[in-house]
């Protein structure tokens, strides 16, 4: 494998706002072809962040770099970047070659050439044939395509997505997520995505940077994420999780890594509460002193079972969390 390169740094970077309100000490660094996500909470920074590497925002300390050079004294149009933001911003006025072509004809690209370009673009996003359009005429998702064309033929290093897809509805989400990764690949590109999802964050990235309250909780591959959450905050924003209440500590542990079996043969005692079939397997839920746990077990073992019965739970891959630390 070939040794990676940093393509973006940001080294100690706080942007605050009048108000106090803003990103403090962030340090984060992106290999080139990564695909790195900021995820987390309504108003945790991460479009302060996406905006100052895009340079949208100034820094209020700290610094980033691009290549290792610093690029926070460059206004948004020096920086090798390109940024499609949540609203589309298409020019209404003008159909898709019009808005496409803007940013090349700027560059002083020849017209044959812009030409080429744009119906490549479009091909590879997934719209071809749809230069005589206007926005207006056109699906959420067409517009997001676009907006995408748009950034990519401008031949950015680094592209800045923030929440391209929220708008989106679920199944042309799935599909645009796909092909961003496609295009990604075929590129090489470097993007760096910003979303509040969390499956969209583990199905596109690379690695994802968690973050909560204008700070990064923490750092790592989906894998690492979901296998093992940094901090209570963390567990309980990705995937399913329940919080055991034992002895002072919080046990951490996904439905799927609890084995449910007869009573006195595992960890916790309990009595079935609920039992709900959800397709291929089945949920469980189980009263352990003032704990309500959920387990996922298969149907085969669900038949066995009865709302009432008393059983035991074996703990399986766990993180524990002293609630006084957080
Ligand atoms: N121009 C601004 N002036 C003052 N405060 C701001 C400004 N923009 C954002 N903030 C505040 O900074 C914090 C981070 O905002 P930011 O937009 O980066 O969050 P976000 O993670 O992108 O949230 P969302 O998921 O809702 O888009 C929030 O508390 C927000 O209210
Ligand atoms: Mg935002």
Not at 96 to 124: C, F, H, S, W
Request: net charge negative; with cysteine; glycine share 8%.
């Amino acid at each position: 494998m070939s040794e990676k390169k940093i393509m973006l740094e940001l080294k100690d970077m706080t942007k605050k706002y009048p108000n106090g309100d803003g990103v403090e000490h962030i340090g984060l660094q992106v290999n080139e072809g990564e695909i790195v996500t900021l995820l987390g909470p309504s108003g945790c920074g991460k479009s302060t962040i996406l905006r100052t590497v895009g340079g949208f925002l100034d820094v209020t300390s700290g610094d980033i770099e691009i290549n290792g050079r610093s690029i926070i004294h460059l206004p948004p149009e020096k920086r090798p970047t390109a940024m499609v933001f949540q609203s589309y911003n298409l020019w209404p006025h003008m159909n898709v070659y019009e808005n496409l072509a803007y940013g090349l004809k700027l560059r002083k690209m020849p017209a044959e050439e812009q030409k080429t370009r744009i119906t490549e673009m479009l091909d590879m996003v997934g719209i071809p044939g749809m230069e005589k359009k206007f926005p207006s005429q056109l699906s959420g998702g067409q517009q997001q395509r676009v907006a995408i064309a748009r950034s990519l033929l401008l031949k950015p290093e680094l592209l800045l997505l923030d929440e391209p897809f929220s708008a989106l509805d679920a199944k042309i989400r799935h599909q645009m997520r796909e092909e961003l990764k496609k295009i990604q690949q075929n590129l090489g590109i470097t993007v760096l995505f910003v979303t509040h999802d969390q499956e969209e964050a583990m199905a596109i990235s690379h690695r994802i940077v968690v973050m909560n309250k204008g700070k990064i909780d923490q750092i790592g591959s989906p894998a690492d994420i979901y296998d093992n959450p940094g901090t209570l905050h963390v567990a309980s924003f990705i995937g399913e999780m329940n919080f055991i209440e034992s002895e002072g500590k919080t046990i951490a542990i996904r439905p799927e890594d609890i084995t449910v079996l007869p009573e006195g043969q595992g960890d916790l005692e309990g009595e079935v509460r609920t039992i709900m079939l959800l397709g291929h397997y089945v949920v469980l839920t189980v009263q352990q002193e003032e704990n309500v746990i959920k387990c996922n077990i298969d149907r085969a073992q669900s038949e066995t079972l009865q709302v009432g019965d008393r059983v035991s739970l074996k703990l399986g891959k766990h993180t524990v969390f002293d609630r006084a630390q957080e």
